[in-house]
């Protein structure tokens, strides 16, 4: 048995979530191939022989591949599918775009989002945003898998020392074309990547109120910004920085929310964080049954004063 993992990456670097896939690949059993699929992407193939545990590198490199378009990567990753069991990709934006048309093409059931590897064919996920955990069991030859990163922890990037290939990149499918990217630029950690995050929810009343009480605790912590999907639609604060089963899923060391009541798919997108801190004035409020540390407080008062103990 011989697993894949597809990396995400710059083209330069590997992203974070790749590590946390490389530990779930490790658990299946067997070795551990990684793909790094780009153009000039060299310098990426090579930080991913540095993680620990895998035992080969593929690099493909294509202008058709430059930027991550869904239909190409899946034409690669099927190129040579055929020589692995278990195909893992990180349950990202680009993981969850491409790992369900190789499914679809190899003609097995995707396993999504998967927390724990019982055996080499056996799979926990959870469901109902959480609130149960599924055990799945799969019989088709390919497993193809995406991981919640947050359930893994992360192979240490330095310390490998894979062997690296080429192949032949493939040619650009003609199905999709690259128009154009927006990029938010941040001095802070990215939220998925981030130890610390300071999460608002709509108990703040405005996007001023929203800056003005939450970014200098997170200035103070360098930490990552978060918001209830609640302030979020309220205007708060913008998409990207939305947390819970419609946003995005993280497990920092530290999780500070400040008004925020903790509405079930709120829940389901920080409940693994290894601390939880709770700031809210309503002592019923949902969230104070996850948390390690309650405030009962109102927040325009606790904040502040937290900022300038800190």
Same mark, same amino acid.
């Given at each position: 048995? =011989?697993?894949?993992?597809?990396?995400?990456?710059?083209?330069?670097?590997?992203?974070?979530?790749?590590?946390?896939?490389?530990?779930?690949?490790? +658990?299946?059993?067997?070795?551990?191939?990684?793909?790094?699929?780009?153009?000039?992407?060299?310098? +990426?193939?090579?930080? @991913?022989?540095?993680?620990?545990?895998?035992?080969?590198?593929?690099?493909?490199? #294509?202008?058709?591949?430059? /930027?991550?378009?869904?239909?190409?990567?899946?034409?690669?990753?099927?190129?040579?599918?055929?020589?692995?069991?278990?195909?893992?990709?990180?349950?990202?934006?680009?993981?969850?775009?491409?790992?369900?048309?190789?499914?679809?093409?190899?003609?097995?059931?995707?396993? #999504?989002?998967?927390?724990?590897?019982?055996?080499?064919? =056996?799979?926990?996920?959870?469901?109902?945003?959480?609130? *149960?955990?599924?055990?799945?069991?799969?019989?088709?030859?390919?497993?193809?898998?995406?991981?919640?990163?947050?359930?893994?922890?992360?192979?240490? #990037?330095?310390?490998?020392? !894979?062997?690296?290939?080429?192949? /032949?990149?493939?040619?650009?499918?003609?199905?999709?074309?690259?128009?154009?990217? /927006?990029?938010?630029?941040?001095?802070?950690? /990215?939220?998925?990547?981030?130890?610390?995050?300071? #999460?608002?929810?709509?108990?703040?009343?405005?996007?001023?109120?929203?800056?003005?009480?939450?970014?200098?605790?997170?200035?103070?912590?360098?930490?990552?910004?978060? !918001?209830?999907?609640?302030?979020?639609?309220?205007?708060?604060?913008?998409?990207?920085?939305?947390?819970?089963?419609?946003?995005?899923?993280? @497990?920092?060391?530290?999780?500070?929310?400040?008004?925020?009541?903790?509405?079930?798919?709120?829940?389901?997108?920080?409940?693994?964080?290894?601390?939880?801190? *709770?700031?809210?004035?309503?002592?019923?409020?949902?969230?104070?049954?996850?948390?390690?540390?309650?405030?009962?407080?109102?927040?325009?008062? !606790?904040?502040?004063?937290?900022?300038?103990?800190?």
């Amino acid at each position: 048995m =011989t697993a894949l993992v597809i990396a995400e990456h710059d083209h330069a670097t590997v992203k974070p979530a790749t590590l946390n896939t490389v530990t779930a690949a490790l +658990a299946c059993g067997g070795d551990v191939h990684v793909l790094v699929a780009g153009a000039n992407a060299a310098e +990426a193939g090579k930080a @991913a022989a540095q993680i620990v545990g895998v035992a080969k590198v593929i690099v493909a490199d #294509s202008p058709s591949l430059a /930027e991550n378009l869904a239909e190409n990567v899946a034409a690669q990753v099927l190129a040579i599918a055929g020589n692995y069991s278990h195909i893992l990709f990180p349950s990202t934006a680009n993981g969850k775009n491409v790992a369900p048309r190789v499914a679809a093409k190899l003609d097995v059931a995707q396993i #999504s989002d998967i927390t724990l590897v019982v055996s080499p064919d =056996t799979f926990e996920r959870p469901i109902y945003a959480g609130n *149960a955990i599924a055990t799945v069991q799969s019989t088709d030859a390919t497993k193809v898998i995406t991981v919640r990163t947050t359930g893994f922890d992360a192979a240490a #990037s330095t310390g490998g020392s !894979a062997t690296v290939e080429t192949a /032949e990149g493939v040619a650009d499918s003609g199905k999709s074309s690259f128009v154009g990217r /927006e990029v938010t630029k941040s001095d802070r950690p /990215e939220l998925t990547a981030a130890k610390i995050i300071v #999460s608002g929810g709509r108990a703040l009343g405005s996007a001023e109120k929203f800056t003005e009480v939450m970014t200098p605790l997170a200035d103070k912590l360098n930490a990552g910004l978060g !918001a209830s999907r609640a302030a979020v639609d309220a205007g708060y604060a913008p998409n990207d920085w939305q947390v819970g089963q419609t946003g995005k899923i993280v @497990a920092p060391q530290l999780y500070i929310a400040c008004g925020i009541s903790g509405a079930i798919q709120h829940l389901a997108g920080m409940k693994d964080s290894k601390v939880i801190v *709770a700031i809210n004035k309503d002592e019923e409020a949902p969230i104070f049954s996850v948390a390690d540390y309650g405030l009962v407080a109102d927040l325009f008062t !606790a904040v502040p004063e937290l900022v300038k103990a800190l």
